[in-house]
């Protein structure tokens, strides 16, 4: 039997989206999903709830105007990372890698991962070159796309460059 002088909550309703009662969806980060239960659900109560989110969305266009929302991920037209093996001396190799920069990578970033992972010295020695002390061209071949997905195999061009015997 109720205590007659406690008042439950009358007719609460618990979102099957976000399992709070349906007055607080809106509040929830599920508006849609909340949306969806409710109307397939309890369609008379979708009626009478508001889930506030496609107005919402309106506004931010009204104030963000069309085309000035989140920057769009930038494609560069002639990104391409180049390796090339240059003799500096009797045998001693260098390999440049350049054109990480028109991936988004930073060459300092790649250089300190080149040297941990080759064990060997490598600087940064141009605006978007590195060199690393040794022959690595083919390490580099499978280093790269594996480190950065967006660079393929494709993008990665040797450019040659006869190495010293090593
Ligand atoms: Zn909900």
Redesign the pocket.
Same mark, same amino acid.
């Given at each position: 039997m109720a205590d007659p002088d406690v008042k439950y909550p009358v007719n609460v309703t618990y !979102?099957g989206? /976000?399992t709070?009662p349906?007055e607080? !969806?809106e509040y929830?980060n /599920?508006k849609d999903m /909340?949306r969806e239960?409710l109307e397939q659900n309890l369609p008379d109560l979708a009626a009478t709830v508001t889930i506030d989110d496609v107005s919402d969305e309106k506004k931010h266009q009204k104030r963000g105007g069309k085309g000035t929302g989140k920057p769009k991920k930038t494609v560069t037209m002639a990104s391409k990372v180049t390796l090339q093996i240059s003799a500096r001396s009797k045998n001693k190799n260098v390999t440049l890698v350049k054109g990480l920069s028109t991936f988004g990578i930073d060459p300092k970033v790649a250089g300190k991962l080149f040297s941990s992972r080759f064990a060997c010295g490598c600087s940064v020695t141009g605006a978007d070159e590195i060199t690393i002390q040794g022959d690595f061209k083919d390490d580099l071949f499978d280093l790269i796309p594996q480190k950065w997905t967006q660079i393929t195999d494709d993008d990665i061009e040797d450019l040659g460059g006869e190495p010293n015997k090593r």
């Open positions: !979102c989206a /976000c709070m349906l607080y !969806c929830s /599920c /909340c239960w």
